[in-house]
């Protein structure tokens, strides 16, 4: 177990790549300081230690619900940069991994609840817990439900990186009866804020929810101000979820 002081909360969160991401260490950090929260903070990555042949046979066959991925790769460059490639693999074959790694932040890292950094959404009945687990998708969509219950025609804007989980993505949402009659879009510049404001512009969503977890980081309230509408990130809302699961402590009850 680390050494973090244990009077206060701990928060799990899972990547769906390797490590050590400290973008996204950085930038939930800095959502939970904004929330006036102490929270000791725990990372995990579920492709962690997976060799080249693990991984080769984890790749998303065309057709097969698919999550994309940062792993590390000598000579190659992707979003994060020398070193980093980010490739699909298929969505079913993370349920080990991420499994293994909530029964160890609960077991080993005794955190308070666990946020799986994934906005894609697994079948149901994949993990089990003893301790609450948070996945994006239901964080993310429960704002587009709100937004359904008076305004069921309402335009939902997903962020998304390309075209290769489409399918998937419209299937997760066919299935919520109260989402059947939204005005659902897709914008495909997940890597690409810049772009991704301008073709959100002209498609004039209603609200923006960043379907991909390391899309838009620290750029969605720019993106908002831009459009002029709410743009929900993934983390945004998972962590807003998590800071109301977690008990408040001793500390934060005195006056």
Same mark, same amino acid.
């Given at each position: ?10 928060i799990? *969160?899972?990547?769906?790549g390797?490590?050590?991401? #400290?973008d ?8 939970? !300081? ?5 929270? $000791? ?7 962690e230690g ?5 991984? &080769?046979?984890?790749?998303a066959?065309?057709? /097969? ?8 790769? &000598?000579?190659?460059r ?15 074959? *993370? ?19 666990? /946020? /799986? ?6 079948p149901? $009945?994949?993990f ?8 994006? #998708? ?15 025609s309402?335009? /939902? ?17 066919a299935?919520k009866?109260?989402?059947?009659g ?5 914008? $495909?510049?997940?890597?690409d ?25 620290g750029?969605?309230? !720019? ?11 993934a ?8 800071? &109301? ?11």
């Amino acid at each position: 177990m680390t050494t973090e002081n244990r009077s206060k909360p701990r928060i799990g *969160f899972i990547s769906l790549g390797q490590g050590p991401r #400290p973008d996204l260490d950085t930038f939930h950090r800095e959502l939970l !300081a904004k929330a006036g929260r102490d929270i $000791g903070v725990v990372w995990r990555h579920a492709l962690e230690g997976l060799g080249p042949d693990e991984l &080769n046979a984890m790749s998303a066959r065309e057709g /097969v619900p698919a999550i994309r991925s940062n792993i590390r790769e &000598n000579g190659a460059r992707g979003p994060l940069g020398a070193g980093w490639a980010a490739r699909w693999f298929n969505r079913d074959s *993370f349920i080990g991994p991420v499994q293994a790694s909530i029964r160890e932040l609960e077991t080993d890292e005794n955190v308070d609840l666990t /946020v /799986v950094c994934a906005a894609e959404e697994f079948p149901d $009945g994949s993990f089990v817990s003893t301790r609450p687990v948070i996945f994006p #998708p239901l964080a993310l969509s429960s704002y587009a439900h709100a937004l359904s219950m008076t305004r069921p025609s309402a335009k /939902v804007a997903l962020l998304v990186y390309g075209d290769r989980q489409r399918d998937q993505q419209k299937a997760g949402w066919a299935a919520k009866p109260w989402a059947r009659g939204l005005d659902l879009v897709f914008c $495909g510049h997940g890597g690409d804020i810049d772009a991704a404001g301008a073709e959100l512009a002209l498609l004039s969503p209603d609200i923006v929810l960043v379907w991909a977890y390391g899309a838009a980081v620290g750029g969605g309230d !720019a993106l908002s101000a831009r459009l002029g509408v709410p743009v929900i990130t993934a983390a945004s809302a998972s962590v807003a979820m998590a800071l &109301n699961l977690l008990p408040a402590t001793d500390a934060e009850t005195r006056p």
